[in-house]
């Protein structure tokens, strides 16, 4: 995704503009929900407290009732702790190792940066999704799984991403000097290139996390995700699709959840303050 | 100049099939990981251990792994796909309709998605900064950010069930005039153009804005070139490999896309046939099915790559 520099005339600063900041308040209270989802449900989660299913929002269910006739608030509460916890964990193994192993292939270059770029781009030349669904079906859905597929299957971007950037500080003069001085290959990664491109790996991270909500979500959708009585909110729409044909809010509300957080983070992206984007850029 | 083209595009075509055979050698050990012995699941639980280990020998499961995959690449090359385990039909007669099916949903979702997103990215890409521009960037923005599920849940929500304009399924069979058709086929590709439209009007505006901004372009504006000579005398034509490229990047969208949106709308396609075959554990049917995604997939991307380098003089060194 490209970055407008609509705002390259104004001064450098770390302060957020307005859409910036309100992404940013979206996502942490997310994030708090994920952290205090028992606490904050009304109900507990996987109680009948209804004998109507699929009812409508009222003072009692904010949200409306599922098809058993569940809550369907605190049902979203709790499938942020999934969405929101599985896709984090995911996107910090695949941005570790795509970034790690992209700054050795940099730095070392020779056979092994070209067995690891094609290695990494035969992995990505496969459907996501496909993959995702070839896999999980194979060893069956747990969270684990899913966390490792979803790792594996964007730590190749990551590491196109982060090699294409350390390419170039590799070339620079401080960092042939510091090779020169006799400086190991843990010394070049971590002090010289690292610091040098955060600001791009940080904003990279956070198109990463996207993707894998998305995916987690779709996976979740087809059935294979976070499996019964346990769910997400890509399982919260699936169970719930039945009362798709009436407009059931028990359908509805989980996708918004899905959006608003995945609009905000790429809100987020695009409006982060030039300091921090531009991190060594 | 041309030899060096050549050798070029051939370097990329022959990295590609190298690719293919990493990606149809990782299908292959995927689906073997497949919990189950699968002469075991066909027998059913009454089976004598003999039975079993003469079904596994007919079907070869008891040779090593990378001679079942060397005779598998064999029949995919001579075009025999097997059989499936779950009725004992040939795959190709199987995957023949689906994939006839799937194909006319990604060619009218092309023929309508195409043409608008250039449309809409090039004239954002005029406007820039307009708010003409910034409601179609905060658009395209949004639909990129949610997953294909919700496109297709809003378009149920909209066309069929607040409007009531469509079916909510698409069952192909029960066509008979040309406006069941229509109706049949309006909901998946309502939502498959969406998502792919989307990816295609961030990447057209770009391309657009990024030639907007070279010199060339300044240099027609100085002389008194107006506005819609300069977009589409001396913008546009340089623009057109980057678009060209994106156009065929979008399109690999749609094999991610199709697979939900079959499985929502019922509708009777390849991938709508390989969730299938997931879920009943019907292997050489899922791999058959996976490697037509990934064929498809990398024939997007190579043409994308191909179009990009004979476009761009820079990339050629």
Redesign the interface.
């Known amino acids: ?2 970055i407008d520099t ?1 705002s390259a005339g104004r001064r450098a600063s770390y302060r957020f503009n307005k859409i910036g900041l309100m992404s940013l308040g979206v996502i942490l209270a997310w994030a708090l929900v994920a952290i205090f989802a028992p606490l904050l449900a009304p109900y507990p989660i996987g109680k009948i407290v209804n004998f109507e299913f699929f009812a409508p929002v009222s003072a009692r269910f904010w949200m409306g009732t599922d098809y058993l006739g569940r809550d369907m608030l605190s049902r979203v509460l709790m499938g942020a702790r999934y969405t929101v916890g599985i896709s984090l964990v995911a996107v910090a193994l695949a941005c570790f190792m795509g970034v790690a192993l992209g700054m050795m292939a940099a730095v070392l270059g020779g056979w092994i940066d070209t067995v690891l770029s ?2 990494m ?3 990505i ?7 995702g ?3 999980v ?4 859905s747990s969270i684990p799984v899913l966390i490792l597929t979803l790792a594996v299957i964007y730590t190749p971007g990551s590491y196109r991403f982060a090699r294409a950037l350390a390419v170039n500080i590799n070339a620079m003069d401080y960092v042939i000097v510091a090779r020169a001085r006799g400086e190991g290959l843990g010394y070049l990664v971590r002090s010289e290139i690292l610091p040098n491109i955060t600001g791009p790996v940080l904003a990279d991270f956070g198109l990463r996390f ?1 993707f894998i909500v ?1 995916l987690l ?2 996976l979740s ?4 995700g976070v499996q019964p009585p346990f769910a997400d909110w ?1 399982a919260l ?1 699936r169970e719930n ?1 039945g009362g ?4 059931a809010p028990a ?2 509300f989980p ?1 918004l959840a ?2 608003t957080l ?2 905000s ?3 987020l992206i ?1 409006n982060l303050p030039r300091k921090i984007r531009d991190q060594g850029a | 100049m041309n030899r060096q083209l050549l050798a070029l595009v051939s370097w990329r075509l022959a990295s590609a099939v190298v690719t293919l055979l990493i990606v149809s050698f990782t299908i292959f050990l995927a689906t073997m990981m497949l919990p189950g012995d699968v002469a075991q699941i066909l027998l059913g639980q009454a089976a004598t251990p003999e039975a079993v280990a003469g079904l596994r020998k007919a079907m070869h499961l008891d040779e090593p792994a990378i001679f079942q995959f060397l005779k598998w690449l064999g029949g995919l090359a001579s075009g025999d796909l097997g059989r499936s385990y779950a009725n004992n039909m040939p795959i190709a007669a199987l995957i023949g309709d689906r994939l006839a099916n799937s194909l006319k949903l990604a060619a009218a979702t092309t023929a309508i998605a195409v043409p608008l997103a250039l449309t809409l990215g090039i004239t954002a890409a005029i406007n820039r900064n307009s708010l003409y521009d910034r409601i179609i960037s905060g658009l395209t923005i949004a639909v990129i950010s949610v997953p294909e599920f919700l496109l297709a849940t809003l378009a149920v929500l909209v066309f069929a069930v607040y409007l009531r304009w469509l079916p909510a399924l698409s069952l192909a069979n029960e066509t008979k005039t040309f406006g069941d058709l229509l109706r049949i086929y309006a909901l998946p590709v309502i939502t498959l153009t969406f998502g792919v439209s989307a990816q295609m009007i961030r990447m057209t505006r770009a391309a657009v804005i990024e030639t907007l901004n070279t010199p060339y372009v300044e240099m027609a504006m100085l002389k008194g070139a107006s506005r819609r000579r300069k977009v589409l005398w001396h913008a546009l034509p340089n623009a057109l490999g980057p678009i060209v490229n994106a156009i065929a990047l979008s399109l690999s969208y749609l094999l991610g896309g199709v697979i939900i949106v079959e499985t929502i709308f019922s509708y009777p396609g390849i991938a709508k046939l390989m969730v299938d075959a997931v879920s009943t554990r019907d292997l050489p049917l899922i791999q058959s099915c996976a490697m037509i995604f990934c064929v498809g997939y990398l024939v997007l991307v190579t043409i994308a790559d191909i179009i990009a380098i004979v476009s761009n003089p820079r990339l050629r060194t």
């Open positions: 995704m490209t609509v094609r290695l781009d035969a992995l030349s496969i459907p996501s999704k496909l993959f669904l070839v896999v079906a194979g060893l069956g996207v998305l979500s779709g959708f087809l059935g294979l890509g729409v699709l798709l044909s009436f407009g359908v509805i996708s899905i959006a995945t609009i983070v790429n809100l695009d």
